[in-house]
């Protein structure tokens, strides 16, 4: 699996997803006021635009992501060593410090994917992987690979809505490689599908970082996630599973 292989499925699965939020979003969101968001009047000098200095390191910035991304979709084992050698020049070049660096890297989060490693691995020893693959199979194969697909995505969503995408990948990809082996059916629809559902983080706030950002910015409460994220995760799994058997290769 290359880089940029699920770049098909993945743009259907945003096309979809898009389309749900411009038609639906004004009546299933809550609306601010008026006067919730004011723009702050410019006075004397002070909004002035950045410096040509803050210019020339916002393109050398994007120019080192574009080069590591296109550097990392022919060479994928080298993206660690690459991103290191970015992080340097922007830190040399100034347009990062040390302690933003540091400050970037989320210890609960490193550490919630390492143990969902750790029990992916235990599930796949312990035989709790086959055991809950056979039963999948056993129900869902008779109604086709496109069934199969369905029940990885919509098993992935439900348990994606309290762990992170990371542990839901974990936890689920050996059993996933086991229903595939016993239905007989290629890994990689599977796998994408799997992909894809695990960062459909929509129908609760605490099931990704940047939800709990979103719903203190804007005032969202729970019922809100679920009202319009439910919905959403259920047009793009729609959208997603079709793709899946379609274009994955």
């Known amino acids: 699996m290359k880089v940029f292989d699920i770049f098909p499925i993945g743009a259907v699965?945003?096309?979809?997803?898009?389309?749900?939020?411009?038609?639906?979003?004004?009546?299933?969101l809550p609306q601010q006021s008026s006067g919730t968001v004011?723009?702050?009047?410019a006075s004397g000098g002070a909004a002035s635009a950045a410096p040509p200095r803050g210019n020339v390191r916002l393109f050398v910035t994007l120019g080192l992501i574009v080069t590591l991304m296109s550097l990392a979709a022919q060479q994928p084992k080298a993206l660690l060593p690459m991103a290191l050698g970015c992080l340097c020049i922007l830190v040399r070049l100034g347009?990062?410090?040390l302690k933003e660096a540091?400050?970037?890297v989320n210890g609960p989060v490193l550490l919630s994917i390492a143990l969902s490693m750790a029990l992916g691995e235990a599930i796949r020893k312990s035989e709790l992987a086959g055991i809950v693959a056979n039963q999948?199979?056993?129900?869902?194969?008779p109604y086709g690979n496109a069934a199969l697909l369905f029940a990885i995505y919509f098993v992935a969503i439900l348990i994606g809505a309290v762990i992170s995408n990371n542990a839901v990948v974990a936890l689920m990809f050996p059993i996933v490689v086991r229903i595939c082996d016993g239905a007989g059916i290629s890994w990689k629809p599977a796998?994408?599908?799997?992909?894809?559902?695990a960062s459909a983080s929509f129908s609760t706030p605490v099931s990704y970082q940047t939800n709990l950002m979103v719903a203190s910015a804007a005032d969202y409460s729970f019922a809100d996630f679920i009202k319009f994220g439910v919905p959403l995760q259920l047009v793009c799994m729609l959208a997603t599973v079709p793709a899946c058997l379609l274009l994955a290769k």
């Open 13 to 28: 699965n945003a096309l979809a997803g898009a389309a749900y939020m411009v038609l639906t979003g004004r009546w299933l």
């Open 38 to 41: 004011a723009a702050k009047p």
């Open 95 to 97: 347009c990062l410090s």
């Open 102 to 104: 540091w400050s970037a």
């Open 136 to 141: 999948i199979v056993s129900v869902v194969a």
């Open 191 to 197: 796998l994408y599908a799997l992909m894809l559902a």
